[in-house]
């Protein structure tokens, strides 16, 4: 618990995470905003509970930068190593900070979800935004989860590349343009897509389209390729933020600080 | 207190620390002299359990520092003024290194005043001067009211008055019966502030000794001889140990008392007998001189310059 504290008092004494989470917001619910104000009233591209939540890649990038940050910049304003000599267990202290980092990140992921869909009402008073199933309410109240998770993927590249340049290039490239690239090659890159991690946390959020009116696209939310089912793809995308971050503290262990 | 036992570290083909061992009294001040490069900071990192050692170990109170609880409690270091976040304050820094070890918060404000920052204990330590910065580094040291310090060249850079404030400063932790631990690549400063002294190059120990007993064994004596009859007396003397200068001889190995005797003994008369005490920064360069990492060719020049004047 300490750990925690020490990684709270770390995080918001400084102004970057204050920053990423008001422009996480901004472009997350503008984004909506933007999908969601231009929708028809009728007829095919209708405002849905899936189209409120299309700017969450985006926010989910901001996330990313952010958590990467908390990071990178201990690695290069020499803090690692004070705070590797204040708490020698580099274990402990990897893994508060991915916690505190990730609890901000659902934090700003919730509030962002709800904002969008909250703006959404107000813009389209006359669409069907009511989260009446399961998929309505996991399509906008597990935007969280995922930030939470995508945040420990980029504080494990953090640990793992320690430049902020490169940790926020490489994270920023993957996610927004890598997964969907390699569904160009040939032949076996929509087998591969199906298993990236970022398609299947789609997977999670979106599932089969329920929580757009069982459209595939179009009116704003993609649906994944992934073949997991929700539950599974949140398990699957939980278990690749686990392990990379696992990775990342048995490097950081081993390495001079 | 701090023991090093066949400390070594590696870096690809790069010996950086060789076959180190070396003790530092409890209740003293130690300096820990090497020229740049040789292997001071890292060896400091090691004892920190910062960089891991190829092998070898280093030891606090006969514990590695990963084994410490609360280390800040035992263990104070200043290693870098700078690995401060620049947009964080003084005291926010201060505080959560208090907090990670337990301490209460108002030993933030306490240290804050020892080191004289309370009135920017506010402001972003990235505007911090580097004598600030390196106050706000000591305050750090000072957290958890450790019994053992730990500074690397915490006088570079400084202007006078913050050089006499640092000197002043170790002093009184040592009088308070702390372990003080520190580096610098400055004789002179060293035999200021330290009362013993692990002298390293190249990675490897060259010597370790109270201050006094390395300044005297290192500064070869010399004796300077003005005498309108030189030649008679040059011929008393044995002759390797003879020096020509401008208006007179430099007699080593004889000690002025000998010569004196015998300029009296033979009615020779002398216009100046005078001992000459070498520089402490000539010392070191004598007992350095082959294990210096980066050669300049300079340095011979930067020997004569020393020397003292004839």
New interface residues.
Partial sequence: MTLLAVERMKLFTTRSPWWCALIALGVTIGFSALIVGNADNTGEFIATVASTQFGYSFGMAVIMVLAALAVTTEYRFGTIRTTFQAVPNRSAVLVAKATVVALMALVIGELSAFGSWGLANLLKPTADLALNSSADWINVAGVGVVYALAAVIAVAVGILLRHSAGAIALLLIYALAVEDLIRLIPGIGDDIHEWLPFNVANKFLTGDGLSNMGRASDAGARTSTAVLSQGWSLAYFAAVAVALLAIAVGTARKRDA | MIEARGLTKRYGKTLAVNDLSFDVAPGEVTGFLGPNGAGKSTTM?MI?????PTSGQVTIGGKR??E?KN??RTVG?L??A????????AR??L???A????LPARRVDDVLEIVGLTSVAGKRAGGFSLGMSQRLGIA?ALLGDPEVLLFDEPVNGLDPEGILWIRKFMHRLADEGRTVFVSSHLLSEMALTASNLVVIGKGRLISQSSTTEFVARASENTVKVRSPQLDRLRSLLPAGDVTDTEDGILVSGVDSEKIGELAAGNGIVLHELSPQTGSLEQAFMQITGDSVEYHTGLETEAAHALEPAN
């Fill in positions: 990192r920190l359990g910062l960089d891991n520092y990963a410490l280390p800040l270091a290693l870098d700078k690995w401060v976040h620049p947009n964080r304050s926010a820094h505080a959560w290194m907090k990670s070890n337990h750090a």
